[in-house]
């Protein structure tokens, strides 16, 4: 910076020693203000095993998984299998605990294929998830804020390959994004309530983006609103699949598309940012960090 202070820093990266908290604790010790979560939200954003607790404990709708250590999985592989399946039914999914944009992650359809699975995911993280696969429509919602946050439109992603992993995300290129997503309103807005619900449950900052699954109705093959399931007595099914704290930004990515279509554009979106970073940092700020600022007489 050419020996000028850093007025803020807008950590656009993923995966580990971006949105994993490191990065965010580096910048707290040199006392520079950052864009999005601290060093908790943006590590429990990171664990996927972690980030489900919290969302269970603030009673948050999450499809049945298992975790497991790499060192489980490679000692007793027959028992990590028995016990999977007895509390999943395939097709299920096997993936990292601590990873980004869907690496590592594999669709198992059956047991000959568990064991595959479980060593690609090993290879990445010493945890590892194994999800429950659901028959459901995939929506994303984009949360803005600090302590009020603000849940954007709601957006549906349809994969161009069988799900949305790496490949569809940035390889092949043909997997196709709604916003807004053909969706009854009262099912848009309990999503929304979700999104914020998830934000608040990390305790993230300034973005996310929070991913759904909504049951789809077997009955029925059409991609419009018929294919939700609609029950007489209930809503359908929501499920909380994951936060995001640090959300692709480039102009066609989900995250500002989704404020786009909000009626934020995408240079108001990065001011807004910005903003709640300096914000936050102020109240951090606030805080009283040494004994000798608490004052009183503390001898016994």
């Given amino acids: 910076s050419n020996g000028q202070p850093i007025d803020v820093i807008f950590p656009v990266l993923h995966g580990p020693y971006g949105e994993d908290g490191t990065i965010q604790g580096m910048l707290e010790t040199a006392g520079i203000p950052y864009v999005g979560a601290g060093v908790l939200g943006s590590a429990v954003g990171m664990d996927k095993d972690t980030m489900k607790r919290l ?12 975790c497991v250590t790499r060192s489980e999985w490679r000692a007793d592989p027959s028992g990590v299998q028995r016990r999977t399946e007895e509390k999943l039914t395939y097709p299920i999914f096997a993936k ?23 060593d690609e995911a090993a290879r990445y993280d010493r945890r590892l998830l194994i999800e429950q696969g659901l028959n459901a429509r995939e929506f994303e ?14 957006g549906e992603v349809i994969p161009g390959n069988e799900f949305y992993d790496y490949r569809a ?21 309990e999503i929304q309530r979700l999104a914020i619900a998830a934000f608040k449950a990390i305790d993230a900052a300034g973005m996310a983006r929070v991913d759904f699954f909504v049951e789809r109705d077997l009955s029925n ?14 809503a359908p099914k929501i499920w909380l699949n994951e936060i995001n704290t640090i959300p692709g930004f480039t102009r066609i990515s989900m995250y500002p598309k989704l404020w786009e279509a909000s009626g ?37």
Avoid: Q, W
């Fill in 96 to 118: 990292p605990a601590n990873m980004g944009s869907s690496v590592g992650i594999s669709k198992i359809h059956g047991s000959g294929e568990f064991a595959r699975a479980l």
């Fill in 221 to 234: 093959t059409d991609e419009g609103l018929s294919s939700i399931v609609h029950r007489p007595s209930s």
């Fill in 141 to 154: 919602c984009a949360v803005l804020g600090n302590d009020r946050p603000e849940a954007s439109v709601v």
């Fill in 55 to 66: 969302f269970i404990a603030d009673a948050l709708p999450v499809a049945p998984y298992v």
């Fill in 169 to 189: 995300k940035y390889v092949d290129d043909n997997s196709k994004l709604v916003i807004p997503a053909k969706l009854p309103d009262h099912i848009s807005k």
């Fill in 264 to 300: 934020l554009s995408y240079s108001a979106l990065i001011d807004r940012l910005i903003e709640l970073a300096l914000d936050r940092h102020a109240d951090r700020e606030l805080n009283k960090t040494a004994l000798n600022d608490i004052g009183g007489d503390l001898s016994v």
